[in-house]
């Protein structure tokens, strides 16, 4: 379904028209009807033979009326602008043109009422206006038709060409995510509060859990109909009525919005503005305006960092002082407080596709990408992708996968979400030529760790860490024991470095549970003045050639053989006491109780009160 909407000056006939046309009389007030006067938005079903069929909404021509007209405009794919033969165009209608160039219409026709009126003579007339009036707008060499609603004629030719206009519109985005500005909101008895508008985008569904807002509330959709007509699922483009239980009739109305939970309010929205030719010179840095977002009316701030000089596209900022759920790519309307004139409009700032080439891939890969991009190393998880994106859930999950699969994303973990791989690669790239030339100058280095590369490439540690997990499980980079090396990278000390070591720990090599203080190594340290001796302590801790418990060291084969006495008695007698232990070992309880905690908290034995077990069986 799309969406026609009337537009022009006030008493020009579009009531008339959209009745002629679909039967329904869209002045849904009694006031309107005996002023003949559309006072407010009106709405109509139109469906043709062949099942195509439009939602019509048909505005007030009235000046008075413009922010109701406003409301209903955004929803418009094709537009009827309705010009009176006998009267041609008049201010509304030049204001209703101006402001539709900024909003959604695709499609126009330019429909010449009340052709009854005036003569053939008169009727060339009234084309040949129509035609000048529309020329370098969006409406140019749009198809002129003339009609009479009272007597019928020229109707059909009008339904042929609306037939032809609406088969030729794209459907909406309807794997977007559901964005329904409201524009009606009242109460059925048995039925509770019921909520309309145009589904912009997406889909919705009985059942479904949805945000409304502002405020910010969670409500359950319970039943949907379009035009009478019971729905168990709408997509994008249809005229819709919600049903929404627990919500009273007072806390909704025009200016609401039902949208996908993924949304959050904003009160702060980049946008790329485009300033009426007549308007600019009104434009200053930061103004007060009425921004028309959806079906809302919102004062707001219009900022910019450099004012504009012409009608060119130019990039600010809107701050609402009621903050409303947007959409990527949403158009609005721009007003000045006082007088209501238009300044402008434009659209809320989205993905930028430029630069993917994607050939028949679908379009939602492109912007997908674009959000990944948009978000660097930093990545999105997947709710935050599909609001970026402006995408359903589901469908941005299936794109990520694909996207993972063709080696174009990465998924990250902790907390989970994606990468854009051209970022993670080179950021892989930095990293690895960063480690190769630490490994060629201290070849005795254990590595580098995450905090260190942090420094030097100016890249959050948590950052880095969750960017190289991915390769670190395909093997394109080491990672162990907090050390980043390239892969098959082996430390290998110097050979003063190595002496340094076995004449430090020879006095123990004959105690199995005699350590070295940690003290004694840090001054021997000191005391050598031998390059890289701090780096290469760590790096053998690191490989565990020494372990360090407490404030002694070991080397890794005296923990080594203490662990194998242990648990070859443990296997024997069941349990162990600390004295046991301390004999075991051959060495003092200063020395013991460290090392029963070092391989308690190694998961090799288990504290019972005052003994230990084995925590579990020793693999052989």
Not at 447 to 463: N, P, Q, Y
Request: charged content about 20%; proline content about 5%.
């Amino acid at each position: 379904m799309h969406v026609l909407g009337t537009a022009g000056h006030v008493d020009h006939g579009k009531s008339a028209l959209v009745r002629a046309l679909t039967g329904t009389d869209p002045d849904r007030w009694i006031e309107e009807r005996l002023r003949g006067m559309t006072l407010d938005l009106g709405f109509a079903h139109l469906r043709f033979e062949d099942g195509t069929e439009a939602g019509v909404v048909d505005v007030p021509g009235h000046e008075r009326f413009l922010h109701n007209m406003l409301a209903g405009a955004a929803g418009m794919e094709l537009l009827l602008l309705v010009i009176a033969a006998n009267d041609g165009p008049r201010p509304q209608t030049a204001e209703h043109l101006a402001i539709l160039q900024y909003l959604n219409v695709r499609r126009t026709i330019v429909v010449l009422t009340k052709a009854d009126l005036v003569d053939a003579e008169e009727l060339a007339f009234a084309r040949e206006i129509a035609a000048e009036f529309v020329a370098g707008t969006f409406a140019q060499g749009a198809p002129c038709l003339a009609v009479s609603s009272l007597t019928g004629a020229g109707l059909q030719e009008l339904r042929g060409a609306i037939h032809e206009a609406l088969v030729a519109l794209d459907p909406r985005a309807p794997d977007a995510l559901a964005y329904l500005p409201i524009d009606r909101s009242f109460s059925l008895p048995g039925h509770g509060t019921i909520v309309t508008g145009t589904l912009m985008q997406g889909r919705i569904a009985a059942g479904d859990e949805l945000l409304l807002g502002p405020p910010a509330r969670s409500v359950r959709v319970r039943g949907l109909q379009v035009f009478g007509a019971k729905r168990e699922r709408v997509e994008a483009g249809a005229r819709v009525a919600v049903n929404l239980p627990g919500v009273e009739v007072a806390e909704v109305g025009r200016g609401d919005v039902l949208a996908s939970p993924q949304f959050e309010l904003r009160s702060s929205v980049e946008i790329t503005f485009r300033a009426l030719d007549i308007s600019v010179g009104l434009l200053k840095r930061s103004m007060p305006v009425r921004a028309y977002v959806g079906s809302a009316e919102i004062l707001a701030t219009l900022a910019f960092e450099r004012v504009p000089e012409d009608s060119t596209p130019t990039p600010a900022r809107l701050h609402l002082r009621t903050p409303t759920i947007v959409v990527p790519g949403a158009a609005f309307i721009v007003r000045r407080l006082s007088p209501k004139t238009l300044l402008g409009g434009g659209t809320v700032a989205g993905v930028d596709v430029d630069g993917l080439a994607l050939g028949d891939e679908p379009p939602e890969f492109g912007a997908i990408l674009a959000a990944l991009r948009g978000a660097g190393l930093a990545g999105l998880e997947l709710a935050s992708a599909a609001t970026t994106a402006n995408l359903a859930v589901e469908r941005t999950e299936q794109a990520l996968v694909s996207l993972v699969e063709d080696g174009r994303a990465y998924r990250l973990q902790r907390p989970a979400g994606f990468v854009e791989a051209d970022a993670a690669n080179e950021l892989l790239t930095l990293v690895l030529e960063r480690l190769k030339t630490g490994e060629t100058e201290s070849p005795y280095l254990a590595g580098t760790t995450g905090l260190a590369l942090s420094r030097a490439l100016e890249v959050d540690e948590s950052v880095i860490a969750r960017v190289l997990a991915p390769f670190a499980d395909d093997g394109k980079i080491a990672y162990r024991s907090g050390y980043y090396t390239t892969p098959g990278f082996v430390p290998s000390l110097r050979p003063e470095q190595t002496a340094f070591f076995e004449r430090l720990f020879a006095a123990v090599a004959s105690e199995p549970g005699a350590p070295v203080a940690l003290d004694t190594v840090h001054n021997a340290i000191r005391e050598a003045r031998i390059p890289g001796l701090p780096a290469a302590l760590e790096t053998l801790l690191a490989s565990r050639a020494l372990v360090r418990v407490g404030d002694a060291v070991y080397r890794g084969e005296q923990v080594a053989h203490v662990r194998g006495l242990l648990e070859a008695a443990l296997r024997r007698d069941g349990q162990i006491t600390m004295a046991a232990f301390r004999d075991l070992a051959g060495t003092s309880r200063k020395y013991a109780v460290p090392l029963l905690e070092w391989f308690d908290a190694a998961g090799v034995t288990l504290r019972t009160g005052d003994v230990r077990v084995l925590r579990r069986p020793s693999v052989t």
